[in-house]
């Protein structure tokens, strides 16, 4: 076998605390042994629908037990998770499933009607597993996720191919192409760049399981990631918590909910929490603050954010509900982990949207050159090491962000920034249009298209004006047609129907023309400019 693989990590964890929680879901606690067991069961169903070596399994669920789960399964037979954003609409589900070539797809029953609607549209899809969520009974072209739990096998399931540190994760992301790039992920360089950090024995270049069963003295990390295991931000940091036979603690209510977070903490005693920047802490700081004493925290050392920013205000007001803990804003992204990140403690916290940068990261110009601190110069930021092998299907984007240099690959995923003369990273953001709301990354052209179908809409622009909540919110720039008038609610409706709802406009501004140039390209920055003065706000800078 080359390299670490997930799932013969996570027996051996099974193997060493079988009794310790490796999963909680509310009042649900799913001990090590049966989550191998269930599992396995699951691995069985699979391989038995005929199912080839790195065939692709999609998950379409909320955060639960089933979602790590299924995944855990997938790595015995072999497979490849493939994650699906539960907001996707229609048309962007069938995108994502024919584009991973998926075979398979665990869904939660709330899913069922729209995907009876689309399963003509998607023929490579042989096998529908349903998760009971007390939404209504199973389909008939389904079945039952926990039949599938219940298929005979002798344990330690496997495919005829076996396994390998080279078998892959699928972790479809948007970003600037417009629709998802499925971003490969070997399994071995993804447990270095995530796992290593709490055992550095995972950073050898052979996998040896005996050594690493004297490393597990007992249940390790117990973590809540807060934000949606279907994202890189909450998915990989789960993997953390397992792979050093931790315990993954999800929430039953599926949108955020503040005080059953908070709850749950103090009951369980978890130890590490997950966010997505302010969109999470400002609603936890608040609640904290208006009711000062109601959780014990003591249990929590360490929460840790990624994907959008993390003032330095909302770090100050947390450390001081809990001052022993530990607050790390990573500097990563689905195809580059590791860019950077800021530590903050009772020491001192870091300042918003500032970054170390990571031990395999630079900062580079455009002309090749590495950005000199304190010259003012502005560079992308790239890491090397555990990087992923590229996008699926497609070479170009790949051979774009996956860049050699000095005769090391680099993950280059197009995030500028300056850096100080301390050597600190300033970030700037994504030098091309996207607009990152919340974590969800939204692509102006795919609403912009929608917008100019509404009948009072002649042409659109989707910018991203400064949220204190989200980071970005999607503002649309529109131009009526002759003789309309728009009626905001009405469009922002109109998008919701063809699109998930966080890539529709949350304000809308009109403008007498949009103006594009005769090859048809619009300035995004002075729509931006007029969209901001429209409505008050401040840009950076």
Not at 371 to 393: D, F, H, L, N, Q
Not at 466 to 492: C, M, N, W, Y
Request: net charge negative.
């Amino acid at each position: 076998m080359s390299g670490w693989n997930f799932a013969e990590i996570w027996e051996v964890c099974a193997d060493l605390v079988p009794d310790a929680p490796a999963q909680i879901h509310g009042d649900r606690v799913v001990s090590w042994q049966e989550f191998d067991k269930r599992a396995d069961g699951v691995a069985a169903a699979l391989l038995a629908t005929g199912v080839s070596h790195q065939d692709k399994v999609a998950q379409y669920l909320y955060n639960c037990p089933e979602y790590m789960e299924s995944m855990f399964a997938c790595f015995k037979a072999g497979l490849v998770p493939v994650n699906t954003n539960y907001r996707y609409m229609d048309d962007e589900l069938v995108y994502l499933w024919d584009n991973a070539d998926a075979v398979a797809v665990v869904f939660h029953g709330a899913f069922a009607e729209r995907i009876d609607g689309l399963r003509d549209r998607v023929g490579s899809v042989k096998t529908w597993l349903w998760v009971d969520d007390g939404s209504g009974p199973c389909p008939s072209w389904a079945t039952p996720y926990d039949d599938a739990v219940a298929t005979p096998n002798d344990g330690g399931v496997r495919g005829p191919w076996g396994r390998d540190g080279d078998d892959l994760l699928f972790m479809y992301t948007g970003g600037t192409t417009g629709m998802p790039k499925g971003v490969m992920w070997r399994q071995d360089s993804l447990i270095k760049a995530v796992s290593a950090s709490q055992n550095a024995r995972l950073l050898e270049p052979e996998a040896d399981y005996e050594a690493l069963r004297g490393d597990i003295a007992g249940p390790g990390l117990s973590l809540i990631p807060a934000c949606p295991e279907m994202h890189g931000t909450g998915q990989f940091t789960a993997q953390l918590a397992l792979t050093g036979a931790g315990c993954n603690v999800t929430m039953v209510n599926r949108h955020f909910d503040v005080e059953e977070l908070l709850d749950t903490v103090e009951a369980r005693r978890v130890m590490a929490i997950t966010i997505v920047g302010d969109a999470f802490a400002k609603p936890i700081l608040a609640a904290l603050d208006a009711n000062p004493g109601r959780w014990d925290l003591s249990s929590l050392v360490l929460i840790t954010s990624s994907g959008v920013m993390w003032s330095q205000e909302s770090k100050d007001g947390l450390l001081g509900h809990n001052p022993t803990m530990m607050l790390i804003d990573a500097f990563s992204s689905s195809e580059a982990i590791g860019l950077g990140q800021s530590v903050s403690s009772a020491g001192g916290t870091s300042g918003t949207a500032k970054f170390s940068l990571g031990a395999n990261a630079r900062c580079i110009t455009d002309d090749g050159r590495d950005v000199e601190p304190g010259s003012g110069e502005i560079g992308r930021v790239a890491v090397r090491g555990y990087t992923p092998t590229g996008y699926y299907k497609d070479p170009v984007k790949t051979a774009a962000t996956f860049v050699t240099i000095d005769g090391d690959t680099y993950s280059i995923p197009g995030d500028y920034a300056m850096v100080e003369a301390d050597g600190t990273l300033t970030l700037l953001g994504r030098g091309s249009v996207v607009i990152n709301t919340g974590g969800e990354k939204v692509f102006p052209e795919e609403v912009e298209e929608v917008c100019k179908t509404h009948p009072s809409v002649a042409d659109a622009v989707a910018v991203g004006l400064p949220d204190e909540k989200f980071g970005e919110s999607v503002t649309a720039v529109v131009q009526a047609r002759e003789g309309a008038t728009v009626d905001h609610e009405s469009l922002i409706d109109h998008v919701k129907a063809h699109l998930a709802h966080f890539k529709a406009p949350r304000r809308v501004v009109v403008i007498d023309t949009i103006g594009r140039a005769a090859n048809g390209k619009v300035d995004y920055k002075r729509l931006r400019a007029y969209a901001a003065d429209q409505l008050g706000v401040a840009l950076p800078g």
